[in-house]
């Protein structure tokens, strides 16, 4: 991945940085975590706080482990806003293929064009390299929009997931 020049932002956003991940982010990233969950844990009206935070500390521990255990070799890193963490991008580059694994931002940070930022500058990264960008998108995230309009398109139906493909030199889509 390219290195950000000093004293300028990550994909030309000022403030923008990606550090690697340290056990001391793991309550930030179980929040995040827990964030992305909000929506089916609203509909879950018969669990108290409590059991609804053990709940998202259970599945962050395990989501954790999986992508540890089935990338070893993966880039696990926080996105920090003018230092103070906002997200996490995870990527695996392999000989054909860069796989965007997860890229999430807190809520405050949605919407303002961060994550587009982010995926163009990985789409960057893999134009450089000759390589395909992929990802795996639930099949009713609003971030399916960005992708599209960004040129990924649907490689393989997953059933909860979309495998989703974007190829160096594609147009961009709707």
């Known amino acids: 991945m390219e290195e950000q020049q000093p004293g300028q932002g990550l994909a030309g956003v000022p403030g923008l940085g990606l550090r690697p991940i340290v056990e001391q982010d793991r309550p930030f990233l179980c929040y995040l975590y827990g964030t992305l969950r909000e929506p089916e844990l609203a509909m879950v009206t018969d669990w108290s706080p409590e059991r609804k935070r053990e709940f998202v500390e259970q599945q962050f521990t395990a989501q954790d482990a999986y992508y540890r255990e089935h990338y070893p070799g993966a880039s696990l890193q926080l996105i920090e806003l ?3 963490p906002i997200g996490r991008l995870y990527v695996d580059r392999w000989t054909a293929e860069i796989r965007v694994m997860d890229i999430a931002l807190v809520p405050e940070a ?5 994550g587009e930022r982010l995926l163009r500058f990985m789409q960057d990264e893999a134009a450089a390299a000759g390589k395909a960008l992929t990802i795996h998108v639930e099949r009713f995230n609003p971030a399916l929009r960005l992708y599209s309009r960004l040129g990924f398109r649907l490689k393989e139906d997953k059933g909860v997931y979309y495998f ?3 190829l160096p030199g594609s147009p ?3």
Not at 110 to 114: A, D, T
Request: hydrophobic share 30%.
């Open 82 to 84: 003018h230092g103070e």
């Open 172 to 174: 961009a889509g709707d």
């Open 164 to 166: 989703l493909e974007w």
């Open 110 to 114: 949605r919407g303002q064009g961060l």
